[in-house]
């Protein structure tokens, strides 16, 4: 993956990789349980969680609660803009990924119209206990997770397992692939039916003394996670491969795929958004967020969109808008009490907001977040987990990104400028600064002036290139 930052990323060549079949057969070895590639990482000590005085675990039963995002961005008139395999929030070392999805000269990876985040999995439990997870990706990839897991799948080619393949390789995103039969190509080579498989998991005791890997708060938002009242949890050593026990608060999972969202989202000139429930079940709460470079301002729908509804609004006005901290305290404010509703336990909402709070309330753009019916989830990431929790709650918040059609017309005026020699330095900073977004309204600008020549050797460099967020702090 491209991430935000030059910090250290553990990639699949340190893993228990697969060893494929030389013809590629289609017969999957994918086991990859966590290869350690040297000492264990600096550890911390488990956070000191205090209970919340409401919507807290109950101290009784197998509960299981799940939050997590996905990303789009739309143009004014819906349609998803590719390229989201860009990341701003870098992840601590030790988390595994897939090899490095922009690494790969033209890979599939800038396609992906959809980017799955952060979907964290907490285990509550009286007594400890074992439980074997797994969980599935119908229309996309897994790309990073952790703790390590026992196998996943599409899986990654190993150097001398195919004809003319000497490096580890992801076929999933890797267009030139040298496959070597069509049936191979559509069963290793498509960004969909993706698995990862811990196994079996330790639910330890709740006041078991446990230390993490270290994630320091000021470098990495993966900590917020972690302030939470979950039981801690151990991922048993693999002989051979990783040898120590890994320890989280949470199992970690994230992808990248095309599919449809619920709603679809378009816009209007002045600010006007009109978004679609194209389900057969009501969508949760929404917010429509207009977020400045030191102003913001939003408007909730707690009545979120009944089953074939449109939700007509107008994007609120940054004139005589609050501050941008005071924009942010109250907007999360806002949001953990629409998490509360949804049945997670309230420093669970806190985690959430926390964690995201950067990129939804402070990143400069128009957006729609909104919670998508639990249905929805459990049909486009199945989780399996044996046995089976007396309660389960899982809540994705979905971000989109609206380009307005003034802030189309302001990418077009700017690629436009790509063809002027005196001009194309300011054209492709306008780009640059958009950090993870630049690709896909570059792609955007792009493809309504009619794809010019002049605007592919932007394209190529952000494409490939890591990016930094507008609004790091």
Known sequence: ??????????????????????????TSTSDSGG??????PDQQPAPDVPSAPDLAYPGKGFIVHE?????????????FQPGLHHEEEDLPAFVYDRLEAGSLDGSTSTSVNVKMETPVTYFYAEEPLDAHVQVAFRKGIFTQWYPAVHSFDP?????????????????????????????????????????IEWGTIEILGRD??????????????WAHARQV??????????????????????????????????????????????????????IGTVFVLNVGASAGAFVAHPEGIASGGTLVERAPSLDGAPPLDEFVEALGASVIDALDATGLYHDEAVAMVNTWKRQWFRTPGV??????????????????????????????????????????????????????????DDAAR?????????????????????????GAPLLARIAAGATASAARE
């Open 1 to 26: 993956m491209v991430t935000a930052s030059t910090s250290r990323r553990r990639t699949l060549p340190f893993f228990l990789l697969a060893t494929l079949i030389a013809a590629c057969s289609g």
């Open 35 to 40: 290869l350690n590639d040297g000492a264990p």
């Open 67 to 79: 939050w997590g995002t996905d990303t789009v961005v739309v143009g004014s008139d819906g349609s």
């Open 155 to 195: 899986p990654i080619f190993a150097p001398n397992t195919v004809a003319g393949v000497t490096t580890y390789t992801d076929p999933a995103l890797d267009p030139e692939f040298p496959f070597g039969s069509p049936v191979c190509a559509e069963r290793y080579g498509a960004l969909a039916h993706s698995y």
């Open 208 to 221: 078991s003394d446990v230390r993490l890997p270290e994630a320091p708060l000021d470098r990495f938002t």
């Open 229 to 282: 009242g979950a039981n801690p949890l151990r991922v048993a050593g693999v002989p051979g491969a990783m040898e120590a026990p890994q320890h989280e608060r949470f199992l970690f999972y994230r992808g990248l795929g095309n599919f449809d969202l619920p709603v679809r989202v378009t816009a209007g000139t002045g600010g006007a958004i009109s978004a679609e429930n194209t389900l057969g079940e009501a």
């Open 367 to 424: 957006r729609v977040l909104y919670l998508a019916p639990e249905a929805w989830t459990d049909a486009s990431i199945p989780l399996t987990i044996d046995p089976t929790p007396e309660d389960m709650v899982r809540v994705m918040m979905l971000r989109v990104e609206v380009l307005s059609p003034e802030i189309e017309a302001a990418d077009v005026g700017a690629a436009r400028r790509l063809a002027d020699p005196s001009l194309a």
């Open 430 to 454: 306008h780009f640059d600064d958009l950090g993870r977004f630049a690709e896909p309204r570059l792609r955007r600008a792009l493809a309504l002036l009619g794809e010019p020549a002049y």
